[in-house]
């Protein structure tokens, strides 16, 4: 099986990156909405839906798995948009980051119920490698997250 991966980019950390892996037999269990119904440590970043929340991971180096919830459960992020970027070469850093600060930032009011610039909460998003790029990957996840640390419960509608 090849090995995919994604990365992740927080808006204030320039060149901060975290590379995701893919792999894993199981997905995660979910209820008749989508919903994560189970904590699934190790789930394929590519099962990552909009909606889902995720536990904490390291983005100082490459991080093979990530950890999905059920949003009742503590978590560290939650995905809130995704977008197909457009087929051609593989973008840059700069275009990336463009491209996340366009949806992720427009998406970000309808979701929590405020203006990013008006919220305490803030994005990171993830993003396809050179690789991933390759096999077709052209999804631009949007996450959200509280600065001050942890949270339970869906931050949709969240207004702060």
């Known amino acids: 099986m090849a090995r995919t991966v994604r990365v992740a980019a927080a808006t204030f950390a320039v060149a901060a990156t975290v590379l995701l892996g893919a792999c894993s037999d199981d997905g995660p269990q979910r209820d008749e909405a989508g919903n994560v ?8 970043v590519f099962e990552v839906r ?3 929340c995720l536990g904490d991971f ?3 180096g490459q991080v093979t798995e990530v950890s999905l919830t059920p949003c009742d459960d503590e978590h560290g992020q939650q995905a809130y948009a995704a977008t197909e970027l457009p087929d051609g070469d593989f973008p840059d850093e700069d275009a990336f980051r ?3 600060g366009e949806v992720c930032v427009t998406e970000f009011e309808t979701f929590v119920g405020l203006p990013y610039a008006e919220s305490e909460l803030d994005y990171t998003w993830l993003q396809p490698t050179e690789e991933s790029w390759e096999q077709g990957d052209r999804e631009l996840v949007c996450l959200v997250y509280d600065p001050a640390g942890p949270v339970t419960g869906s931050l949709e509608g969240a207004g702060r």
Request: aromatic share 0%; no cysteine; proline share 0%.
């Open 98 to 100: 463009a491209e996340a």
């Open 58 to 60: 390291d983005d100082s």
């Open 37 to 44: 119904t189970e904590a699934a440590e190790g789930a394929d």
């Open 50 to 52: 909009v909606g889902d």
